[in-house]
């Protein structure tokens, strides 16, 4: 007779306890980029929204943000750094291949021999790192976990870029996510689309650079395939992950979309006619886009700057190179 495997199962159901965030140390207006790209601060606030963006210094990395916003989060939830048994670290910015941000992440904050890797879905991979999470816990294969994206984008620009390098940032934000008596986490929609793949992207690989045939590889993308896309195609998955979630618009307190632009922020508010009460993340003004690390680092201002919201309903959404997509609603702490 073969012998019968164990299965674990876990909690019921989880939530996010806590949230840390990491900035760039230094400011940069707009003023800071128009000579490279022949512009001028008006076009990038027009366009963008954008007033400021905030960079890292040359010596700091992406990990070095992820490490503090992780420490940040796990001393607000209350929970030993030794008992994370789970590190996802969301970043399209890790300064090597190999070994992943996350391995190093959990050792520096206390969580080694946490179970740790690394997730590339881009602006997609926070929600893709709380989708794990959640599933991880409530299958027993965690007990808590530690979700972190984080970005050192300028390291990925090209000053003279007009189509996405005014718009990036660096920084990090982090959730730990563990057991809960009810549901904190909603129903994931996620998905890709790589038919689009040439729509946002690096545009040389590093072999090419290696091999004298491309320069440094940096960030692209084609503004008006993206914001079509994220406008028309991304408003059905928000929808659709408040459906799933059992509630309606109404039952809102915040909504967190990626923070790509600002434009394409207020045409998903008035699209998913959202109610004059629901509370909108718009980070990007002083942030910038910071990739897998925007929602978080949004999130985390919200919440600072509206206490009130804790304990209300978030609809968040991520979108971009892939392309990739997610979205879910999340209980905030």
């Known amino acids: 007779m073969t012998p019968q495997l164990i299965q674990p199962t876990g909690a019921a159901h989880t939530r996010i306890y806590s949230y840390g965030a990491a900035r760039g140390q230094n400011a940069v207006p707009n003023e800071d980029l128009i000579e490279p790209i022949d512009s001028s601060d008006e076009w990038i606030r027009q366009r963008t929204g954008i007033i400021t963006r905030v ?132 129903p994931t ?11 946002v992207g690096m545009n040389h690989t590093l072999t090419e650079f290696r091999d004298g045939l491309a320069p440094w590889p940096t960030l692209r993308q084609e503004g008006p395939t993206v914001f079509r896309w994220a406008v028309w195609e991304m408003v059905k998955v928000a929808r659709q992950a408040i459906e799933a979630a059992g509630i309606t618009p109404d039952d809102l307190a915040a909504f967190v979309p990626h923070q790509a632009n600002m434009r394409i922020i207020d045409e998903f508010a008035k699209q998913l006619k959202l109610p004059e009460s629901v509370v909108i993340g718009r980070d990007i003004e002083t942030t910038g886009n910071t990739s897998a690390a925007s929602i978080p680092l949004a999130t985390h201002r919200l919440l600072e700057e509206h206490p009130e919201l804790s304990g209300g309903l978030a609809l968040q959404i991520g979108f971009g190179a892939g392309l990739v997509f997610g979205a879910q609603v999340v209980v905030l702490p």
Do not use: M
């Not at 870029?161 to 940032?169: E, K, N, P, V």
């Open 55 to 186: 960079r890292a210094d040359a010596d700091t990395s992406a990990i070095d943000l992820a490490a503090d916003a992780a420490a940040e989060a796990i001393e607000r939830s209350g929970i030993p750094a030794d008992r994370i048994d789970a590190v996802i670290v969301a970043t399209i910015s890790n300064p090597k291949q190999t070994p992943s941000v996350s391995a190093i992440v959990a050792d520096r904050v206390g969580a080694n021999p946490a179970a740790a890797y690394d997730l590339n879905a881009a602006c997609a991979g926070f929600a893709y790192g709380v989708a794990q999470a959640d599933a991880l816990i409530r299958a027993g294969a965690a007990h808590y976990a530690l979700v972190i994206g984080t970005e050192k984008l300028s390291d990925v620009v090209d000053p003279t870029d007009r189509s996405i390098s005014f718009l990036l940032g660096d920084g990090a934000g982090a959730v730990v996510v563990g057991p809960s008596e009810t549901p904190g986490i909603g």
């Open 189 to 199: 929609i996620w998905g890709s689309d790589g038919s689009k793949a040439d729509a």
